[in-house]
């Protein structure tokens, strides 16, 4: 299993490269999780700058979670990755909520 940070830094270059620049990735996020059926995965949220996700389409959705699952298999990372997209305004709203 890889470090988080390494997890992170892989995913960061795969959303990157997949969306090319025209959305601005921020950062990553993951932690490890379980998926439904109880087996370990991984949690990728990929952070993107206010109003990115308004520039997302479909193909680059799609090639973001298939350019992610990729990197990571190719590093023999066998946890499957739950991506999530959220923006930089999302994350300061879910902050506010948990204070």
């Known amino acids: 299993?890889?470090?988080?940070?390494?997890?992170?830094?892989?995913?960061?270059?795969?959303?990157?490269a997949a969306l090319h620049g025209q959305v601005g990735?921020?950062?990553?996020?993951?932690?490890?999780?379980a998926d439904s059926d109880g087996q370990d995965a991984l949690r990728v949220t990929i952070v993107l700058k206010r109003g990115g996700i308004d520039n997302v389409t479909g193909?680059?959705?799609?090639?973001?979670i298939?350019?992610?699952?990729?990197?990571?298999?190719?590093?023999?990372?066998?946890?499957?990755?739950i991506i999530d997209f959220v923006t930089e305004e999302e994350l300061e709203a879910d902050a506010d909520l948990e204070c």
């Open 1 to 16: 299993m890889l470090e988080l940070t390494e997890i992170n830094d892989l995913a960061y270059k795969a959303a990157s």
């Open 25 to 33: 990735v921020l950062r990553v996020i993951s932690e490890p999780m």
């Open 59 to 64: 193909d680059g959705a799609l090639n973001t």
């Open 66 to 81: 298939v350019g992610v699952g990729q990197a990571l298999s190719a590093a023999r990372e066998d946890r499957f990755p």
